[in-house]
């Protein structure tokens, strides 16, 4: 026997040693510090772990010896592994005459807290073979820690014949090893006996009930709670208290009943406020947020209107004035937020806190129209009519002390007030945009839904009216702004403009052909992603910055210019719409409707499942249809799958949420009515799996000059990438792109058509079906200058054309361009129409033809291009500049000076104090490009 028991104890010296995470707690307290006399520098430890005399043997006091192990190890675990094991390993000898069970425990434990697994075997060897049962016990404890449950005969001796410290310890192990199916009964037997003071034998402590209550609430909290319960509304004073106070670590959200009960009863001062509730407890999550609800609300203000003590009306008074009522997760779906709201706002007009019938049922319509709206999946229209309803009880709740039978209580206010801004922050609806507005004429668009839209309210200091444009009709003057229309609106100065409403994420803008004022959304948008529909085709974009620009992207705030082919619509930023889940309570099943289902696959309490599992379950006699239910509680108050009409005995869902537990349940239906729900199963899904690394980018380098406008950009592999995504923008903060492509397969793509002489930024991400990396780091490079104009070549940008710049005393100004007809042109344009001309008042200047690129025949005729200007500040700026190999001759007719003919060659300008008739003349004659005279 010896000889076998010998082997046991060695037998943890040759496990694996090799560090790893540790296998269960270990700290240090003062006590363990004094043991050291206060140093615990690594020199000073490490000299007492070499001092035999503190080893134990020799001397009678072990404590400082493992005291200065333990702290080592807490501290320099890692580095001074090999070291402290190598120390402590002597305890390990059981042939040694000094070789104590203890000592070897605290080398087992030193060992586990150091990552050696070879500390399990240890620990079973404690098990079974150590003569105390309290050592024993501390053993099982360590073992259960890493999962290990198979001592459970030593946990149920100790509980039964052990003293009061060795059944404490046996009451925190049973709870552990409750949660195996195999002790469940057994062992939730033993503490609901400790739990109810009914053990055999001596009375039990509230210390030992509460602690056997506390542990048979990890496996079966509803036994738990209702124990002590039973013993909370059993007794009275003190003890009450006491076991209030325990309820609210096993089932803190049965408080709020409990507090109602006892305060109902309670006829000292002091009782009653300690059963009081503290808000800012609630909010640190150290008492239940159901105290929030309307129900206790209520209470509180029932009892503050007739409480005679003076300090428990400061302390209802306080909490009535603090609270602002329950936030909900990210869990809860939008509709569930929905129908609480509508919840709340009967419970408070039910409650007399929101006065005259007429309001409450305008708040209603306000909350039905949002809920159709939402299941319609219009949640633009569901928000608008949220933010209205907001805005209706805030101006009402303002206005209390007006006379009228419209009133609102501050109770009343908070609990509709807060639960809107909640549904309108999930529907990531209100917000604030700070926006840019010019000094003079602006072209501006609403870029948030406005709880008041009126031009007065949004724009207060404008010096014009708000102007839009009708076709067919002209300017019209507008006092309420409509979103995606775009307006004229002249300013004193130039300022930021704060916007406060709902986000836009898109708008659909009816067109008519030809050219029309129009809006954007709440973010910028690319020209290139607007949607059209077959009719509607858009042929040129202008925005207006004191002259008018072709844009890449329309900007939130601002209005623009577009020529359509047609009439139609125009739908600028992207679909948005979210889905909500209802929890539907049905009367009883009829009594010829099939019997509940019994679900199969995958099992109760299954793990690391799919996130698109299918569920499946056993057919039910009789049944034509099945509808199935997914929650993220078991109450199923949060669904996230309700799926009716299902044929089959299975149903993919998802995708679901990674990590997340779900609970199902299944009903089957035929003519005749439908059955009881199934009983419910939960599983849990699987982690999420990892996306790949963050790629590196290759060339061209960070500052890189004179690149080609069509260069190619290339980046390193990332493991596991299936795709890249590569953005290129003019900002580095990559507000507008001009490339953007999540599709490329390859490590390297070219991009065409930049701009010459202009710097880019651009970055690349990775992808797979895992997710999706970082953005790389942001890298830059400057294209190539403009090569000389070759007038043989189609011209594919301003920049090779021959160009007017007309601009007046206040700094307007308006850039022209003229193009010699016997050479291509590809400007990416049908045609070269400027918009509409601005309002009165507006700088204007354009050639007379309402063309920005006027094109002159190459026959050598000579050609007037007059040009119309209009509000302008004399004098008037005429620069020029002409490229010789255009093959285009220009001259400028100076109307004050007999009509003399100016030639304009090169680079120049010239001073222009009067224009007849708002028109400035300039006459020109072209040839063949290609020919050499």
């Avoid at 060695?10 to 050291?36: C, E, K, N, R």
């Avoid at 042929?539 to 047609?566: H, I, R």
């Avoid at 079906?769 to 189609?794: E, H, I, Y």
């Avoid at 918009?835 to 050598?860: C, D, L, Q, Y």
């Amino acid at each position: 026997m010896k000889k076998i028991l010998f082997v046991l104890i060695l037998l943890p010296l040759l496990f694996d040693q090799s560090m790893s995470q540790s296998l269960w707690y270990l700290g240090y307290t003062p006590q363990h510090s004094w043991d050291v006399a206060g140093d615990t520098s690594v020199a000073n430890l490490k000299s007492m772990l070499n001092d035999e005399t503190l080893a134990g043997f020799e001397f009678p006091n072990p404590h400082p010896y493992f005291s200065a192990a333990r702290i080592l190890a807490v501290n320099k675990g890692t580095a001074e592994k090999d070291f402290i094991l190598s120390k402590l390993s002597r305890f390990a000898n059981f042939g040694s005459p000094n070789f104590q069970w203890l000592f070897y425990f605290e080398y087992q434990r030193i060992r586990g807290f150091l990552g050696d697994n070879g500390a399990i075997a240890g620990m079973d060897s404690i098990v079974h073979f150590a003569p105390d049962l309290w050592l024993r016990l501390k053993a099982v404890d360590h073992l259960a820690v890493t999962g290990r449950l198979d001592h459970y005969d030593i946990v149920k001796q100790a509980f039964l014949q052990g003293g009061w410290a060795d059944k404490q310890d046996a009451i925190g192990l049973l709870g552990t090893y409750g949660q195996d199916p195999r002790y469940r009964t057994e062992a939730g037997d033993f503490l609901a006996e400790i739990a109810a003071d009914s053990l055999s034998g001596a009375a039990v402590s509230r210390v030992s009930a509460f602690s056997g209550a506390s542990n048979l609430a990890k496996f079966d909290k509803p036994r738990a709670t209702q124990i002590i319960d039973q013993r909370f509304r059993s007794s009275t004073g003190e003890e009450q208290r006491d076991f209030f106070w325990d309820l609210q670590h096993i089932d803190p959200d049965g408080q709020p009943e409990r507090t109602i009960y006892a305060v109902s009863l309670e006829s000292t001062e002091l009782g009653r406020s300690r059963y009081l509730p503290m808000y800012g407890s609630i909010v640190k999550g150290l008492e239940s947020k159901r105290y929030l609800l309307p129900f206790y609300i209520k209470f509180t203000k029932d009892i503050y209107s007739v409480e005679a003590s003076t300090i428990v009306r400061w302390d209802l008074k306080e909490f009535l004035n603090d609270f602002i009522p329950l936030t909900p997760t990210e869990s809860v779906s939008i509709l569930i937020q929905l129908d609480t709201l509508i919840s709340y706002k009967t419970q408070v007009a039910s409650y007399g806190w929101v006065g005259d019938n007429a309001f409450v049922t305008e708040l209603s319509n306000y909350l039905t129209n949002a809920r159709s709206a939402f299941i319609a999946g219009d949640s633009t229209t569901c928000a608008r009519q949220i933010f209205l309803f907001q805005n209706k009880v805030d101006e009402e709740y303002r206005d209390s002390l007006d006379g009228d039978n419209r009133t609102i209580t501050l109770e009343g206010w908070k609990f509709l007030h807060y639960q809107a801004q909640f549904v309108l922050e999930r529907l990531s609806a209100i917000t604030t945009l700070s926006l840019p507005i010019n000094e003079n004429w602006n072209m501006v668009s609403s870029p948030l839904i406005l709880s008041n839209p009126r031009k007065d309210s949004v724009y207060p200091e404008a010096i014009s009216s708000a102007f839009a444009y009708e076709a067919g009709t002209g300017y019209i003057e507008k006092d309420t702004l409509k979103n995606g229309v775009g307006y004229w609106l002249k300013y004193p100065y130039s300022k930021n403009i704060d916007y406060t409403g709902l986000k836009i994420d898109t708008v659909y803008v009816a067109v008519n052909a030809g050219w029309n004022m129009i809006g954007s959304v709440s973010q910028p948008i690319p020209i290139t992603k607007i949607v059209h529909d077959e009719n509607a085709v858009p042929l040129n974009y202008f925005g207006f910055d004191g002259a008018y620009f072709e844009p890449d992207s329309l900007l939130p705030g601002k209005g623009y210019w577009v020529k359509v082919s047609g009439s139609g619509t125009l739908i600028i930023g992207k679909d948005a719409s979210a889905l909500g889940s209802q929890n539907v309570i049905e009367p009883p099943p009829a009594p010829d409707a099939p019997s509940k289902p019994v679900l199969q696959l995958p099992a109760d309490v299954a793990t690391a499942q799919s996130t698109s599992p299918t569920l499946s379950w056993y057919a039910v006699e009789y049944a034509n249809t099945y509808r199935l239910q997914a929650a993220t509680d078991s109450n199923f108050y949060f669904v996230v799958i309700d799926q009716e009409s299902i044929t089959d005995l299975s149903y993919q869902v998802g995708p679901l949420s990674y990590n997340t537990k779900y609970y199902w349940h299944v009903k089957a239906y035929n003519v005749n009515g439908y059955s009881y729900w199934s009983n419910k199963r939960s599983f849990t899904t699987q982690s999420p799996p990892s996306a790949p690394p963050t790629p590196s980018l290759a060339s061209p380098a960070n500052g890189a000059t004179n690149i080609s406008t069509s260069p190619t950009l290339s980046w390193y592999s990332s493991s596991g990438a299936t795709s890249y995504r590569l953005q290129v923008s003019r900002y580095s903060s990559f507000s507008t792109l001009v490339f953007d492509n999540a599709a490329i397969t390859a490590t390297s793509k070219q991009v065409s058509a930049l701009s010459y002489s202009t710097i880019y930024y651009w970055r690349v991400n990775a992808s797979n079906s895992n997710g999706t990396s970082a953005w790389s780091s942001v890298r830059s490079f400057t294209t190539q200058g403009a090569p000389s104009s070759d007038p043989c070549l189609p011209a594919t940008s301003t920049a090779s054309l021959d160009e007017l710049t007309i601009s007046d005393a206040n700094g307007n100004r308006q850039n022209l361009f003229v193009h010699n007809g016997g050479r291509g042109l590809h400007l990416g344009h049908p045609d070269y129409d400027l918009p509409p001309e601005t309002p009165k008042g507006a700088f204007h200047a354009r050639f007379k033809s309402g063309k920005f690129v006027e094109i002159i025949p190459p026959n050598k005729t000579v050609v007037k291009i007059p040009i119309k200007v209009k509000d302008v500040v004399l004098p008037i700026t005429l620069q020029w500049k002409v490229q010789s190999g255009n093959k285009v001759q220009y001259w400028l007719i100076d109307q004050k000076k007999s009509q003399k003919r100016i030639p304009l060659t090169g680079l120049g300008k010239y001073s222009i104090d009067s224009a007849a008739d708002n028109l400035i003349y300039i006459e020109a004659q072209a040839s063949e490009p290609c020919i050499t005279n």
